[in-house]
């Protein structure tokens, strides 16, 4: 879907080296799920401010979420997503509130 909205898109297990503008991340509930969030959200206090929108099967717990760009329930309706994701481009990366 992303592709074909004209971006580019990369799909890895870690984030990339080089600079990017967004990261997606697939966020299943279930043991592990919100500590392997916050290690990614981490590890990208080096790159250049990207903006994180976290994919998830249930709502996040409040605390989690206010360190994400945006958050999409799952199922995912394509028109809400497009929403959201324009808002989360649009708006200034939440950077400086992450740990």
């Known amino acids: 879907h992303l592709s074909n909205k004209g971006h580019s898109v990369l799909i890895a297990d870690d984030p990339p080296d ?11 509930s279930g043991k592990g ?3 392997r969030l916050n290690a990614c959200i981490k590890t990208m206090a080096d ?3 990207p903006r994180v929108l976290g994919v998830f099967d ?3 717990v409040e605390e989690l979420e206010r ?3 945006g ?6 309706d394509l028109q809400s997503f497009d929403r959201i ?7 200034p990366p939440k950077s400086v509130d992450r740990p």
């Open 18 to 28: 080089e600079p990017f503008d967004l990261l997606i991340i697939n966020c299943k």
């Open 33 to 35: 799920s919100e500590s």
């Open 47 to 49: 790159h250049r401010s």
């Open 58 to 60: 249930r709502q996040p």
């Open 67 to 69: 360190q994400l760009d």
């Open 71 to 76: 958050c999409v329930i799952q199922p995912i």
């Open 85 to 91: 994701l324009t808002d989360v481009l649009a708006s």
